[in-house]
Each structure stands twice: as structure tokens, then as C-alpha cells.
């Protein structure tokens, strides 16, 4: 199994709407996945909550219980566990961290979520655990130039000598509209959203599959 933690001391920057499209983007695509919820507002547990039909597992849990929640989804088969966090310095966040083999750093190419993931980083390399920076809410290229915005975003998140997510998300109104009814942007139709988190997973998935109870 694969364990996946979204993180960042940032508040709104995606986490959530990351966390839930991921976890329909595997599911989706036949994985068996266990979506974790750890921040105590539920946000996660309460979009999928609104899904009509079948999708992953969910499971709401206190941070201290996350290791007895993994090792019971490896002995079910699951093949990825997926945990979003609450923001901020938290316990929670700190199992997760703990207890993932990726973590998801989600920044908006925004300066105060850029200075917050300086910190975020340093927690998770002092935890020695492998780190993806996923840039989300990027505001739409024009002609295939990125706004100045997402420029210096990325020359400030290059400093951190961290992988980056080669595909952006943008900032689309369907990522919240889907999530309404506990569906991603793939299910909605939308093509844009569709392909960027097709793509995303896509590259994550390379991270995933060695550790897959299926192969
Ligand atoms: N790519 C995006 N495009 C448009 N809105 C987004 C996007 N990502 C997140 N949002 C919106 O931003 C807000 C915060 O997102 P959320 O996932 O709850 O962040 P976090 O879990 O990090 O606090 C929500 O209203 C969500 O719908
Ligand atoms: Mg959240």
C-alpha cells in the first residue's frame, strides 16, 4: 500500500479539493482506496458524503489513530490510503507526515503560502520523507505564458531544490462545484480540470506503483 499525505501550514490552499479528486482519480481508475480524514472540520468525509453511488472508502480519524487505520487497510488490500490534513502546525499533520511515503505540498503561487511552505518543508525533510510540491489555484497561461504570479512562484519554489508537479491546477470553478455533489472535475466533464488531474495523478502514480497490493 501507498500512503499519501496532502499537507501544508497554509490554510485553503487546496488540500482538501486535492485530497478528494486524487482519491476518485485512483478509485476511478480501479484502485482500491481509502480516502483519511483527519482535519476535525470533515471537509473531506463531507464532500464524498454528498457523492451519489459507489466511490472510495472514507474514514473520519483522530491523527493518533492513523497507524492502526494503515495497517488495517493493508491487511484489507487497499492499495492507497490517501489523508488530508487540517492546516497548521497540528499533531495530526505531524502523524500523517509520519506515517506517508509522499507527502503533497499544496501551495498557491501566492507569497504567503510560498513563505508558509519554506516551513512546511523543513518539518517534512527533518522527517526524511519524499516531498512533491503541487502548485494549485495558478492562475490560466496565456499563449502558453505563465502570469507573473506563477513565474515567481516557481523561481521561489525552485530555491527549495524539492520536485514539483510538472502539471499545475488551475484555478477553475468546477474543482468546487463537482466537489458538491462528492464528484472530481473527470466526473463533471470538465476537459481542462479533467486532464490536469489525470495528469497529476498520472505522476503520482509512478511514486505509487511499486508499492500496489495488486502490482
Ligand atoms: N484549483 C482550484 N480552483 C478553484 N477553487 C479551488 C481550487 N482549489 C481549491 N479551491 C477552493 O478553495 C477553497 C479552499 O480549498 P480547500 O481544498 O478547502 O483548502 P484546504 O483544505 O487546504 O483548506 C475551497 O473553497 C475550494 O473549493
Ligand atoms: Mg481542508
Known sequence: ???????????????????????????????????????????????????HGLGPDRVAIAGPKLYDLQMSAVRRGTDVMIIDTAAGVTEEQASAIVLADLCLLVVRPAFLDLAAAIESVAII?????????????????????????????LRALAVLSQPIAPTLIRSRMVYQSALETGRSAEEAGDPAAALEIAELWAYIRHFALPHRAAG
Open 1 to 51: 500500500m501507498f500512503t499519501i499525505a496532502l499537507v501544508a501550514r497554509k490554510g485553503g490552499s487546496g488540500k482538501t479539493t486535492l485530497a478528494v479528486h486524487l482519491a476518485l482519480a485512483a478509485w476511478l481508475r480501479g484502485w482500491h482506496t481509502l480516502l483519511a480524514d483527519v482535519d476535525p472540520q470533515r471537509s473531506a468525509i463531507e464532500a464524498l458524503r454528498a457523492r
Open 125 to 153: 525533510r527533518r522527517l526524511k520523507k519524499p516531498l512533491l510540491l503541487v502548485v494549485n489555484q495558478a492562475p490560466p497561461a496565456r499563449e502558453g505564458v505563465e502570469s507573473p504570479a506563477v513565474r515567481r512562484a
